[in-house]
């Protein structure tokens, strides 16, 4: 019955996979085993993995075979996926790619992942991150750092570096990241794949590692749009073990897909196209937006007044929330423990300095700074107040708009080492997406074209539980660029 | 560069924090802290006057439950990942010494 070999099947989209697995021309277990030699053959060079698990997942074709061929089939049967290594699995490492939880085997499953399996989703492993995804390079990773497939010198973007690289490398048919203030869009941009932020509370966090409890959020990271979608219908929707998750009635967002922009009120606003943006990168916005327009959509500047203090108000609320919720790796429960011979409090520090790698201690002192005995008005509560600024920006641009759109990211894919030295360069490189996790919006980017022979990402954020029109746009936009037909990595 | 915070106000924080840091790194992160508060002055300029803080982006309500006994992990997997156990206990450090 098999007719595709693996180069062919490593390439398919998931609703392509997911169409030839029902009609059994292919089985799970061929792609899955395709998958695996994929990886074998590529991720010493790409880096993708924090762990291959090759039994699972050939345990898991092998029993959506069987549910395929008793005709009990779901979109996501017996597709091979990665996971972010920040979201729980049982009995699978989870590490958050840090020497904290090197050793750390959850005991039960995340919500996302309990709803993949349900489906048959296939596991290929676990993706690497910058530590509790704290960065925007996968640099800060405590393994190894993770390479951008478009060019094996440059970063891959982060935090969710590990699975936009599978992804993009074609390691796995889809990913599911983690997106605090940037980490599953720029990834996704600087990689030349479809990343979506959903709106704060529609998919449950309950297993995600928590870095920011207020601005964390899972979303798909897939080849194309109509994938995004198909796997934004499989995690969304209400879960009582998280009580920041929305009760919705989840849509078909698959009906979001297909159809003209006619009607559609799309705003630029003008603060995102700022002082220090490649010129590379606003010019193929630049054309982006003039496309939208040909595709029927009415596309107007507008202004976000508050969105030069996005930056300063999301590395105080971020690392404030961090340095509370990493309290909990104290080398007692789980996690590294320190063997320094000292009393319970030294080596407590111990733990925490070498459990810990420099970036997350920066945030959890700068947090801790924001939080502490007189400084927290002047920083914490002067943030948050500003945050209801920003969330007011947004609300009012949404009066007018269905949609806005501007860059994902400032730049293209940097080189490994560029901006390793210096934390406000590095930090800089979300600024054009943590507003939407500040506001609690949802955001899409989509691959718009090349810069340099890199990958630029178009960002499209919508209103609260405005996915389907975000979707909608991502996927006509799409439709007339057809970037994935036309551009595509060197071979690995 | 100015700077904005002590090398004893990187000391006090760590302590609040628990992590040890040693005299040779306290120079370097007091002055990437130093440079990174700097960049927070920008919230000085906004009015705030009247202005409520957001905590979450979502409006939340209390979520509440039944109160009902629900099967709870059992003691074998809660200690699976503790470091030093003996029996069913976790092992540590003395705390009052």
Known sequence: MNSLDSKELINLTLQKAGSLLKNREISSVELTRAFLERIHNVDDKIKAFVTVTDDVAIRQANAADARIASGDIKPLTGIPMQLKDNIITSGIRTTCSSKMLSGFVPTYDSTVTKRLYGHGAILLGKGNLDEFAMGSSTEHSAFFPTRNPWDINRVPGGSSGGPTAAVAANECIFALGSDTGGSIRQPASFCGIVGLKPTYGLVSRYGLIAFASSLDQIGPITKDVTDNAIVLNTIAGHDPNDSTSIPYKVPDYTKALGKDLYGVHIGVPKEYFIQGIDTGVANVIHQSIAILGSLGATVEETSLEHTDNALAVYYIIAPSEASANLARYDGVKYGFSSDHPGNMWETLEHTRKDGFGDEVKRRILLGTYALSAGYYDAYYLKAQKVRTLIRRDFEKAFKRFDALVMPTSPSVAFKLGEKMGNPIQMYLNDILTLPANIAGIPGISVPAGLSDGLPVGLQIMGKPLGEETVIRIAHAYEQAIKFRGNHQPSPI | ?97
Do not use: C, W, Y
């Open chain 2, 1 to 97: 560069m100015s700077i904005r915070i002590t090398n004893e106000e990187i000391r006090h924080i760590a302590l609040l924090a628990r992590i040890g840091i040693t005299p040779a790194e306290i120079d370097l992160i007091r002055d990437q802290m130093s440079e990174i508060l700097k960049g927070f002055d920008i919230l000085n300029n906004v009015d705030v006057e009247g202005i409520r803080p957001t905590g979450h982006s979502v409006d939340l309500k209390t979520v509440t439950r039944e109160d009902k006994a629900r099967e709870s992990q059992s003691i074998e997997d809660t200690l699976l990942n503790a470091p030093h156990r003996q029996n069913e206990f976790v092992r540590v450090k003395p705390v009052l010494e």
